[in-house]
Nanobody, 115 residues
Framework: QVQLVESGGGLVQPGESLRLSCAAS????????MAWYRQAPGKGRDWLAR???????NYADSVKGRFTISGDNAKNTVYLQMNSLQPEDTAIYSC?????????WGKGTLVTVSS
C-alpha cells in the first residue's frame, strides 16, 4: 500500500503562484510514475502533468509553460509549481502514483483563485 498526502492548496488572487506538494509513503517501488490531476466544480477530472522515477516529465497542453512538476526522491515528494493562476484554475488538485500496474490516489487539496 502507498499513501499520498497533498498539501499547499489555498486561496490566492489571480496572477499569483502556488506550489503544491504530494508526499508519498509506504511500499514505494523503485520504478514509479506520479501525476497531478484536478477537478473543477461541476466538471470532470483533468490530467495536468506527470513525472517518472527517472525524471522524465509530461504536461497537458493547457498548463504547459505555466505549471512545473518536479520531484525529490529523497523525500518521496512531488511538487507542482503553478504560476499565473487564474479563476479557471480553481479546483481540487490530486496526485497519483502508479507502480506495478496499481494506481493510488491522494485525497486532494483545494486551490481557489479569486479576487
Amino acid at each position: 500500500q502507498v499513501q499520498l498526502v497533498e498539501s499547499g492548496g489555498g486561496l490566492v488572487q489571480p496572477g499569483e503562484s502556488l506550489r503544491l506538494s504530494c508526499a508519498a509513503s509506504g511500499a514505494i517501488d523503485t520504478a514509479w510514475s506520479m501525476a497531478w490531476y484536478r477537478q473543477a466544480p461541476g466538471k470532470g477530472r483533468d490530467w495536468l502533468a506527470r513525472i517518472t522515477s527517472v525524471g522524465s516529465t509530461n504536461y497537458a497542453d493547457s498548463v504547459k509553460g505555466r505549471f512545473t512538476i518536479s520531484g525529490d526522491n529523497a523525500k518521496n515528494t512531488v511538487y507542482l509549481q503553478m504560476n499565473s493562476l487564474q479563476p479557471e484554475d480553481t479546483a481540487i488538485y490530486s496526485c497519483t502514483i502508479a507502480q506495478n500496474t496499481v494506481v493510488y490516489w491522494g485525497k486532494g487539496t483545494l486551490v481557489t483563485v479569486s479576487s
